[in-house]
């Protein structure tokens, strides 16, 4: 499981809203979040960038560091 998808999951389980209303508010299906939390799949750049930014987090994509370069 990526850490991006793991992140997601733990701000969701750790929201005062339910998973309904973070759907709703997302603008993602009910059905999607519902195998999301349940681990059964994933999520695609486009849903997880709508429920990063309904949940307040901020997604940062970096060049990785070369070896030797730190």
Not at 25 to 48: D, F, M, P
């Amino acid at each position: 499981m990526s850490r991006l998808t793991e992140t997601i999951r733990k701000a969701i389980r750790g929201h005062d809203q339910t998973a309904g209303a973070i759907a709703k508010g997302a603008g993602v299906a009910r059905s999607q979040l519902s195998r999301l939390l349940s681990g059964e799949r994933g999520l695609s750049i486009e849903t997880a960038e709508r429920l990063a930014a309904y949940l307040g987090l901020e997604i940062i994509v970096r060049p990785k560091a070369k070896k030797g370069d730190r």
